[in-house]
């Protein structure tokens, strides 16, 4: 018996041990022509086994030949009373190599070898011992078909022999072994057709032939095992349909098909296999109604149809029987999926993603107490969902992506503790993210990408500890990051693309790095790592009512949600006030022009007058006397005019209106001129003196008859004054939204006011000074009503352009702010004062504020203007104030540069001299009417 020693290279070294020692033995052994009766020979069968097998682990050392009984082996057990080895017992012992047959079958006591979790290889032995009742070689290398004989081991009970690489058909007989209960083949690569005659006497009652490469029908007779109680044939390729006779299997509690090629519509005779707990058609080429007569499985506990070709409803059943899981997933059902009153709630999950549903989900889905997951992706399920989800407080997965809800994200999301995926993505949610998903704290992943969400991140996300994964790309989500969002520890996708997000990005190592392509395409957003910007911003940049400390503030959290509706309503007064504010801006007089004339006289003889006699002996002091003296200093004729101890003549009587940057006080020049005197309220900010008295120059260098010029300045270390000419007339936002109707501006009035501001803006950048501010209330009109533009280039006066500071000066937010403000690697140029110089256009033409706070919305001018010209209804939005003659064709023209001057992305604004050019060609072809009516 040679080939019995032809052993695995691995085992040669016990081997060539093996045939030394044993060599006679293993004669005897061979050669022995009645089985082995001594307890001797259990012995030596087992050590002839051994040999075959590398034993890396050692599991077998302690088999020895020179034991008398291997009764005592590890993972041997003995018949007590004969003393015969009856059962092996080695599962997951790392053993490798082949069984050998004759060892095997000298081992004619055995009931029961159990090999499985090894590593045997090789064919299966084409005998078994003798009396063998239960196998089990699962989940081992075993290779080769099935040996025919195995159809003749009668007192085979059990036979396990899955998860191995066995090949070929499955013999035919087989099902005839009058004591098999339970035949496990799955997980081969068994091929072919399975063989019939499945007698009525069968035994059997656990066949698994899934994951195999069987092809053919299902054999017909099956059913004729009558005791079958699980029949798995799932993950073949078998054709047909099922076969009639399985309706005798009353006993069936799990019929598996799923994953083959059957067809055909189902017979409605399944119902009678009223034993049926499980029940897998999944992934087959079944069609046609699902049939009612399936509700005859009483005991129905799953159910998965899923991935075939049924039409028609969703069976009512479905949602009647006490069923725990159900999936139809992947057909083409269509319809209402209505949840009675009746519904058994038993479900624990549920699949009807992939269908063709309509219809509303009703809020009676939160009978389903005890789902736990809910898929109803890609149908076409519309409406709201409903706040009765709050009742599904198992929920752990919710799926409704792909469909056309609408309405808002339900608050009672948030008391779906349980919940971790919850995703919604592709529909048409609107509203905001509600503040309670913070309390969905076990929440993994939450997709609500691709809707119509507006409002802020809620700061409550940051609670969300868990969270793995957040997209709400594709959304139109507004304001700035919560910074809390920094907290989340377990993120690794955070996409918030195609938004209209703002600000700084959260300071953590993931925000650090966050790729590009998850922030990309947003209002601007900024990554205080390395300052870059992202998205093309579509927006302009509009105050946020919810943030106290204006729309850039970095380490502001922007204070949350809509819900706090009473906060935000308190911010909108606060923000009242903060315009009200603005409209006396600096170098601005807000009083009439013979009620300031009134009082100019009376104040003339005292404030200056009184100032001007210190100043001559200051003056001739030397700059390093001090810090509470300084110089005033007077550009051109008026430079010893005047004198000021500077914070006398600061008398709040003469107060006329406070900015970003200071306070405006009204005075009179010795020689009768009156002027505006701003006090910097910066002063911490300011730079050296040197500095400031350079700046200051070159503003005051610049003159032009649409400029308020800057007529001089005052300096110490605690206070800087500028002196301005005093413009009489009021400011244009004072005209044009705090004048009755009567003496609202003229279509005229407005032409000119926009080209006057416009050659005041090319002025300002020809002298390379870029106003930074401006706004209606920063253009005073004079007394012939010629636009003055005031307030220009203060920024220069501090010590280095920083955006986040500026913003906070100036209150460009309220609308005029070109987006790559919020951008710091984005350099500012002079196209900041075009697009503000656009806003200005529309705010002239429609007489509205550019940023509008409705009691719940935010109307953004250049977004109001730009949809009602797309829309084709520009007219609506011009002032119906409007007076003079003027034609529509003409302002679409005006309207239209506005826009364009407003485009988001500063290289696509004309400079200020083509805007000039522009103008005037809109001028000229109306020619002297439009003087005449000047005039
Ligand atoms: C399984 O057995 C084969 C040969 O029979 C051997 O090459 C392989 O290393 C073994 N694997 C393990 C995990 O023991
Ligand atoms: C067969 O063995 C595999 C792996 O050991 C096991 O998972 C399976 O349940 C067994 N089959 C039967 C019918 O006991
Ligand atoms: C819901 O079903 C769809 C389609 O069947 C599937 O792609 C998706 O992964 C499921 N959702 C979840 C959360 O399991
Ligand atoms: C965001 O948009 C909402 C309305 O869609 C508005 O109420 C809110 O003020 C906006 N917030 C910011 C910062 O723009
Ligand atoms: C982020 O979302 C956008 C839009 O949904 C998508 O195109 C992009 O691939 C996503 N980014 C990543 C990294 O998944
Ligand atoms: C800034 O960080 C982002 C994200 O890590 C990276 O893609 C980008 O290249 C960085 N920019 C610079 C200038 O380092």
């Given at each position: 018996m040679i080939p019995l020693l032809s052993l695995s290279s691995s085992a040669a070294a016990m081997a060539a041990a093996a045939r030394l020692l044993f060599l006679p033995f293993l004669v005897l052994l061979?050669?022995?022509?009645?089985?082995?009766?001594?307890?001797?020979?259990?012995?030596?069968?087992?050590?002839?086994?051994?040999?075959?097998?590398?034993?890396?682990?050692?599991?077998?050392?302690?088999?020895?030949?020179?034991?008398?009984?291997?009764?005592?082996?590890?993972?041997?057990?003995?018949?007590?009373?004969?003393?015969?080895?009856?059962?092996?017992?080695?599962?997951?012992?790392?053993?490798?190599?082949?069984?050998?047959?004759?060892?095997?079958?000298?081992?004619?006591?055995?009931?029961?070898?159990?090999?499985?979790?090894?590593?045997?290889?090789g064919p299966l032995p084409d005998a078994l011992p003798p009396n063998v009742r239960a196998l089990d070689l699962s989940g081992n290398a075993l290779s080769g078909a099935i040996p025919a004989s195995l159809a003749s081991c009668g007192s085979l009970v059990s036979l396990n022999l899955s998860g191995n690489r066995l090949t070929g058909a499955i013999p035919d007989g087989i099902w005839s072994l009058p004591s098999l209960r339970s035949v496990d083949l799955s997980g081969n690569l068994l091929s072919g057709n399975v063989p019939g005659g499945f007698p009525r006497s069968s035994a059997l009652r656990a066949l698994d032939l899934s994951r195999n490469l069987l092809e053919g029908d299902i054999p017909a007779d099956v059913g004729e095992a009558g005791l079958l109680k699980s029949l798995d044939l799932g993950h073949n390729s078998f054709t047909g349909g099922l076969p009639e006779s399985l309706s005798g299997l009353s006993a069936l509690s799990f019929l598996g098909v799923g994953g083959n090629a059957l067809s055909g519509e189902l017979p409605a005779w399944i119902g009678e296999m009223a034993a049926l707990e499980r029940l897998d058609l999944s992934g087959n080429r079944f069609v046609g109604v699902i049939p009612d007569g399936i509700s005859g499985c009483k005991n129905l506990v799953e159910v998965d149809l899923s991935r075939n070709a049924f039409t028609g409803e969703l069976p009512w059943w479905l949602l009647g029987l006490p069923l725990q899981r159900a999936s139809v997933a992947g057909n083409a059902l269509s319809g209402w999926v209505k949840v009675s009153d009746d519904a058994a709630g038993t479900l624990q999950t549920l699949d009807l993603s992939g269908n063709e549903f309509t219809g509303a989900i009703l809020p009676e889905i939160g009978t389903f107490a005890k789902m736990q997951y809910l898929n109803l992706s890609s149908n076409s399920i519309s409406g709201q969902l409903p706040a009765s989800i709050e009742q599904m407080?198992?929920?752990?997965?919710?799926?409704?992506?792909?469909?056309?809800?609408?309405?808002?994200?339900?608050?009672?999301?948030?008391?779906?503790?349980?919940?971790?995926?919850?995703?919604?993505?592709?529909?048409?949610?609107?509203?905001?993210i509600p503040a309670q998903i913070g309390t969905c704290s076990s929440l993994i992943t939450l997709d609500l990408s691709h809707n119509k969400l507006t409002g802020e991140i809620p700061m409550t996300m940051g609670k969300l500890t868990s969270i793995q994964v957040v997209d709400l790309s594709e959304n139109m989500l507004n304001g700035t990051l919560p910074m809390e969002l920094a907290n989340l520890a377990s993120l690794s996708v955070f996409n918030i693309s195609h938004n209209l997000l703002s600000g700084s990005l959260p300071i953590s190592s993931f925000f650090d790095s966050i790729p590009d392509s998850f922030i990309s395409d947003n209002a601007g957003l900024c990554s205080s790592k390395n300052n870059s910007c992202y998205g093309v911003m579509p927006k302009p940049i509009v105050f946020n009512p919810n943030s106290s400390s204006g729309?850039?503030?970095?380490?502001?959290?922007s204070s949350s949600s809509n819900q706090h509706h009473k906060k935000m309503l308190l911010s909108i007064s606060t923000l009242i006030a903060i315009v009200g504010g603005a409209v006396i801006v600096i170098g601005v007089v807000t009083i009439t022009l013979l009620n300031l004339r009134a009082r100019a006289k009376s104040s003339r003889s005292a404030l200056p007058t009184a100032l001007s006699d210190d100043y001559h002996s200051q003056s001739t002091q030397s700059p390093?006397?001090?810090?509470?003296?300084?110089?005033?200093?007077?550009?051109?004729?008026g430079s010893s005019d005047f004198s000021a101890d500077g914070h006398a003549l600061l008398n709040r009587d003469c107060e006329l209106g406070r900015g970003g940057f200071g306070t405006v006080y009204r005075a009179v020049l010795r020689d009768g001129q009156p002027v505006a005197i701003k006090k910097l309220t910066v002063s911490s900010l300011v730079k050296s003196e040197d500095e400031f008295r350079q700046q200051v120059k070159l503003l005051g260098k610049v003159r032009h008859h649409n400029i308020v010029s800057l007529r001089g300045f005052y300096w110490t270390s605690s206070l800087q004054l500028l002196i301005y000419e005093f413009v009489p007339g009021g400011n244009l936002h004072q005209h044009l939204h705090e004048c009755s109707e009567e003496s609202s501006l003229s279509w005229v009035e407005r032409f000119d006011i926009i080209m006057g501001v416009a050659r005041a803006l090319v002025h300002l950048h020809r002298h390379g000074v870029i106003h930074f501010n401006l706004k209606s209330s920063n253009v005073l009109l004079d007394t012939n009503g010629e636009p003055r533009v005031g307030d220009y280039g203060l920024v220069n006066l501090l010590p280095m352009l920083d955006r986040y500071v500026l913003s906070s000066k100036i209150q460009s937010a309220l609308g005029y702010m070109a987006p790559e403000f919020t951008c710091r690697t984005v350099k500012i140029t002079e196209k900041c004062d075009v697009y503000g110089f656009g806003v200005l256009i529309l705010e002239i033409l429609t007489g509205r504020r550019p940023v509008q706070y409705l009691e719940?919305?935010?109307?953004?001018?250049?977004?109001?203007?730009?949809?009602?010209?797309?829309?084709?209804?520009?007219?609506?939005?011009?002032?119906?104030?409007?007076?003079?003659?003027f034609s529509m064709e003409e302002a679409s023209v005006i309207i239209k540069l506005g826009l364009v001057c407003t485009s988001q992305v500063p290289s696509q604004r004309p400079d200020m001299a083509e805007v000039v050019a522009m103008l005037e060609m809109v001028r000229i072809p109306q020619g002297s009417s439009s003087e005449d009516e000047l005039v």
């Amino acid at each position: 018996m040679i080939p019995l020693l032809s052993l695995s290279s691995s085992a040669a070294a016990m081997a060539a041990a093996a045939r030394l020692l044993f060599l006679p033995f293993l004669v005897l052994l061979a050669t022995a022509a009645e089985p082995a009766t001594s307890v001797n020979d259990d012995v030596l069968a087992l050590v002839v086994l051994k040999s075959g097998l590398s034993d890396p682990t050692g599991r077998l050392a302690s088999w020895s030949e020179d034991a008398d009984r291997a009764c005592a082996w590890p993972g041997v057990s003995c018949d007590p009373r004969r003393g015969r080895v009856d059962a092996l017992d080695l599962s997951e012992a790392s053993l490798s190599g082949r069984l050998p047959r004759s060892a095997l079958l000298r081992l004619d006591a055995l009931r029961s070898l159990a090999l499985p979790g090894n590593n045997l290889s090789g064919p299966l032995p084409d005998a078994l011992p003798p009396n063998v009742r239960a196998l089990d070689l699962s989940g081992n290398a075993l290779s080769g078909a099935i040996p025919a004989s195995l159809a003749s081991c009668g007192s085979l009970v059990s036979l396990n022999l899955s998860g191995n690489r066995l090949t070929g058909a499955i013999p035919d007989g087989i099902w005839s072994l009058p004591s098999l209960r339970s035949v496990d083949l799955s997980g081969n690569l068994l091929s072919g057709n399975v063989p019939g005659g499945f007698p009525r006497s069968s035994a059997l009652r656990a066949l698994d032939l899934s994951r195999n490469l069987l092809e053919g029908d299902i054999p017909a007779d099956v059913g004729e095992a009558g005791l079958l109680k699980s029949l798995d044939l799932g993950h073949n390729s078998f054709t047909g349909g099922l076969p009639e006779s399985l309706s005798g299997l009353s006993a069936l509690s799990f019929l598996g098909v799923g994953g083959n090629a059957l067809s055909g519509e189902l017979p409605a005779w399944i119902g009678e296999m009223a034993a049926l707990e499980r029940l897998d058609l999944s992934g087959n080429r079944f069609v046609g109604v699902i049939p009612d007569g399936i509700s005859g499985c009483k005991n129905l506990v799953e159910v998965d149809l899923s991935r075939n070709a049924f039409t028609g409803e969703l069976p009512w059943w479905l949602l009647g029987l006490p069923l725990q899981r159900a999936s139809v997933a992947g057909n083409a059902l269509s319809g209402w999926v209505k949840v009675s009153d009746d519904a058994a709630g038993t479900l624990q999950t549920l699949d009807l993603s992939g269908n063709e549903f309509t219809g509303a989900i009703l809020p009676e889905i939160g009978t389903f107490a005890k789902m736990q997951y809910l898929n109803l992706s890609s149908n076409s399920i519309s409406g709201q969902l409903p706040a009765s989800i709050e009742q599904m407080v198992l929920l752990e997965v919710l799926d409704v992506s792909g469909n056309q809800l609408d309405g808002n994200l339900p608050p009672e999301i948030g008391s779906v503790v349980a919940l971790q995926k919850l995703v919604m993505g592709r529909n048409s949610l609107t509203g905001g993210i509600p503040a309670q998903i913070g309390t969905c704290s076990s929440l993994i992943t939450l997709d609500l990408s691709h809707n119509k969400l507006t409002g802020e991140i809620p700061m409550t996300m940051g609670k969300l500890t868990s969270i793995q994964v957040v997209d709400l790309s594709e959304n139109m989500l507004n304001g700035t990051l919560p910074m809390e969002l920094a907290n989340l520890a377990s993120l690794s996708v955070f996409n918030i693309s195609h938004n209209l997000l703002s600000g700084s990005l959260p300071i953590s190592s993931f925000f650090d790095s966050i790729p590009d392509s998850f922030i990309s395409d947003n209002a601007g957003l900024c990554s205080s790592k390395n300052n870059s910007c992202y998205g093309v911003m579509p927006k302009p940049i509009v105050f946020n009512p919810n943030s106290s400390s204006g729309p850039l503030s970095e380490d502001a959290p922007s204070s949350s949600s809509n819900q706090h509706h009473k906060k935000m309503l308190l911010s909108i007064s606060t923000l009242i006030a903060i315009v009200g504010g603005a409209v006396i801006v600096i170098g601005v007089v807000t009083i009439t022009l013979l009620n300031l004339r009134a009082r100019a006289k009376s104040s003339r003889s005292a404030l200056p007058t009184a100032l001007s006699d210190d100043y001559h002996s200051q003056s001739t002091q030397s700059p390093e006397n001090g810090a509470n003296s300084g110089k005033l200093v007077m550009f051109g004729r008026g430079s010893s005019d005047f004198s000021a101890d500077g914070h006398a003549l600061l008398n709040r009587d003469c107060e006329l209106g406070r900015g970003g940057f200071g306070t405006v006080y009204r005075a009179v020049l010795r020689d009768g001129q009156p002027v505006a005197i701003k006090k910097l309220t910066v002063s911490s900010l300011v730079k050296s003196e040197d500095e400031f008295r350079q700046q200051v120059k070159l503003l005051g260098k610049v003159r032009h008859h649409n400029i308020v010029s800057l007529r001089g300045f005052y300096w110490t270390s605690s206070l800087q004054l500028l002196i301005y000419e005093f413009v009489p007339g009021g400011n244009l936002h004072q005209h044009l939204h705090e004048c009755s109707e009567e003496s609202s501006l003229s279509w005229v009035e407005r032409f000119d006011i926009i080209m006057g501001v416009a050659r005041a803006l090319v002025h300002l950048h020809r002298h390379g000074v870029i106003h930074f501010n401006l706004k209606s209330s920063n253009v005073l009109l004079d007394t012939n009503g010629e636009p003055r533009v005031g307030d220009y280039g203060l920024v220069n006066l501090l010590p280095m352009l920083d955006r986040y500071v500026l913003s906070s000066k100036i209150q460009s937010a309220l609308g005029y702010m070109a987006p790559e403000f919020t951008c710091r690697t984005v350099k500012i140029t002079e196209k900041c004062d075009v697009y503000g110089f656009g806003v200005l256009i529309l705010e002239i033409l429609t007489g509205r504020r550019p940023v509008q706070y409705l009691e719940d919305d935010v109307i953004v001018l250049s977004d109001l203007v730009r949809a009602a010209l797309e829309e084709g209804r520009l007219e609506d939005c011009l002032d119906p104030r409007l007076s003079g003659e003027f034609s529509m064709e003409e302002a679409s023209v005006i309207i239209k540069l506005g826009l364009v001057c407003t485009s988001q992305v500063p290289s696509q604004r004309p400079d200020m001299a083509e805007v000039v050019a522009m103008l005037e060609m809109v001028r000229i072809p109306q020619g002297s009417s439009s003087e005449d009516e000047l005039v």
